[in-house]
């Protein structure tokens, strides 16, 4: 049985977690079909964006707590395998990468959501950061959430475990849009057909300054910045947008 499918149509990758019995934990299992279909999306030329989804009502529940328990009770229980590894494949994918909550998150879940570019929720859908409550914390996830959330919204959420809901989690970061569920699809294809429009090389290279040009100084981050203005002008892609504008056609990369 596989645990994580993968499908390719007009440009995008839809990477579906589909281990509903377990509410889609984070086992090691489904980490490794996981990896692979990232692994995947990111090597095929024709996947111009990737999708992160679920079936169905909870979109991942966290770690398997089946896994995380020691063997008679010694130290050493397993961590969650390659999830280290996979939040780091989104988070630097060159490919823009949206996030289909088809349902609840929870804990590790929530590592996927803020790793990835954008991510769209139903409003039924709920939040929680449980890990104190195990007596456990949001460690690796807290690398990837804590550069999204507001630092009040993190301390209130992380410390107290208080489930939230979709509306509160765009306002405070975790999510881009919060939709009434009869729209999530029509949400999800909004952001992939406008990114489709974007240039494979200017999208990777405006992903990484979104995230650089807030950490550099002001005088270094405009003369960076000039220097990289400079070279997209004059790149293979941007002569192709400025004769596409000039043209008043399509660019070659806005085809499917």
């Known amino acids: 049985m596989t645990l994580v499918h993968q499908d390719l149509a007009a440009?995008?990758?839809?990477?579906?977690?589909?281990s509903p019995p377990n509410r889609n934990a984070l086992s090691i299992r489904l980490l490794g079909e996981l990896k692979e279909r990232l692994d995947r999306a990111l090597a095929e030329p024709a996947a111009r964006v990737i999708v992160l989804t679920a079936t169905g009502r909870v979109f991942c529940s966290g770690a398997d707590i089946k896994e995380q328990r020691a063997a008679d009770g010694k130290p050493g229980a397993p961590v969650t395998a390659s999830?280290?590894?996979?939040?780091?494949l989104i988070w630097e994918s060159p490919k823009p990468v949206v996030c289909r909550l088809n349902g609840t998150a929870r804990a590790g879940g929530?590592?996927?959501?803020?790793?990835?570019?954008?991510?769209v929720a139903p409003l039924s859908a709920s939040f929680a950061f449980t890990e104190v409550r195990l007596g456990v914390v949001p460690a690796m996830i807290s690398v990837p959430v804590l550069r999204r959330l507001d630092p009040r919204a993190a301390a209130e959420y992380f410390l107290t475990g208080e489930v939230f809901d979709a509306a509160r989690a765009a306002e405070i970061g975790l999510i881009?849009?919060?939709?009434?569920?009869?729209?999530l699809d029509a949400a999800?294809?909004?952001?992939?057909?406008?990114?489709?429009?974007g240039a494979p090389e200017a999208l990777a290279i405006t992903k990484q300054l979104v995230r650089q040009v807030p950490a550099m100084s002001f005088t270094d981050g405009l003369r960076e910045m000039?220097?990289?203005?400079?070279?997209?002008?004059?790149?293979?892609?941007?002569?192709e947008g400025i004769a596409a504008y000039m043209d008043k056609r399509p660019p070659a990369w806005a085809t499917r």
């Open 11 to 18: 440009g995008v990758a839809t990477i579906t977690l589909d």
């Open 83 to 88: 999830f280290p590894e996979i939040l780091s």
């Open 110 to 119: 929530l590592g996927l959501v803020a790793a990835c570019d954008f991510a």
């Open 176 to 183: 881009s849009r919060a939709v009434p569920e009869e729209e």
């Open 188 to 197: 999800v294809a909004h952001y992939a057909d406008l990114l489709i429009k």
């Open 226 to 239: 000039t220097a990289l203005s400079a070279e997209r002008f004059t790149s293979e892609e941007g002569q």
